[in-house]
């Protein structure tokens, strides 16, 4: 009788399971009643690593290097046949 099986709307339940019952066990006075914690070395956390130093901003270029050597003028490539490539579409309302 331990192996039936009941079945209800599609879901199989089985029959409940009988109790156990043991000795219980005897205590020495050696034994302590609560967990402690590990303190040795070896359980202990380790401490975090020091970070290595932000890094630090790059010098300017120097004043040689700095004038521009188009004296202020920049000149964009500008070909006269830009707008053939592009084809022009109007939109109908």
Do not use: H
């Amino acid at each position: 009788m331990d192996s039936d099986k009941w079945v209800m709307s599609g879901i199989t339940l089985r029959a409940p399971l009988k109790p156990i019952f043991t000795k219980p066990l005897e205590r020495t006075d050696a034994e302590e009643e609560f967990s402690t914690t590990p303190t040795s070395a070896e359980s202990r956390i380790p401490s975090r690593p020091v970070c290595p130093p932000a890094p630090k901003k790059r010098k300017p270029a120097s004043s040689s290097r700095s004038t521009c050597q188009y004296r202020g003028v920049r000149e964009f490539f500008n070909p006269p046949d830009l707008e053939s490539i592009f084809i022009r579409r109007v939109e109908g309302a």
